[in-house]
């Protein structure tokens, strides 16, 4: 299994970005992802996840910022990432999701090595 996030960067406050990860080493299709974060000096946060419906959730921080996507035929997901703010600051990491696309970080086996975003003005 490999996942392999990009697409961070430094971004002014109110601005956008879009994350990818691209998967390999499993059925892609068939399975939920998610995207987690960790800002300086806190734990791990669950920020958003999808099924292989297309069926999305959100923590209700990100709502209406942020949307997750998937391609499964370039087995890719993705993270649009919008109105940024400060507190937005953290490194994103992709998941396999459990089934039950859980919102428990520690439920996760697999991760990406993570892609930094700083909003900064």
């Known amino acids: 299994v490999q996942l392999v996030e990009s697409g961070g960067g430094l971004v002014q406050p109110g601005g956008s970005l879009r994350l990818s990860c691209a998967a390999s080493?499993?059925?892609?299709?068939?399975?939920?992802m998610s995207w987690a974060r960790q800002a300086p000096g806190k734990g791990l946060e669950w920020v958003s996840g999808?099924?292989?419906?297309?069926?999305?959730y959100y923590v209700e921080s990100v709502k209406g910022r942020f949307t997750i996507s998937r391609d499964n035929a370039k087995n890719t997901v993705y993270l649009h990432l919008n109105s940024l703010k400060p507190e937005d600051t953290a490194v994103y990491y992709c998941?396999?999701?459990?089934?039950?696309?859980?919102?428990?970080?520690?439920?996760?086996?697999?991760w990406g090595q993570g892609t930094q975003v700083t909003v900064s003005s």
């Open positions: 998941a396999i999701a459990p089934p039950d696309l859980t919102s428990i970080p520690e439920r996760y086996d697999y």
């Open positions: 080493g499993f059925t892609f299709s068939s399975s939920a």
């Open positions: 999808i099924y292989r419906d297309g069926s999305t």
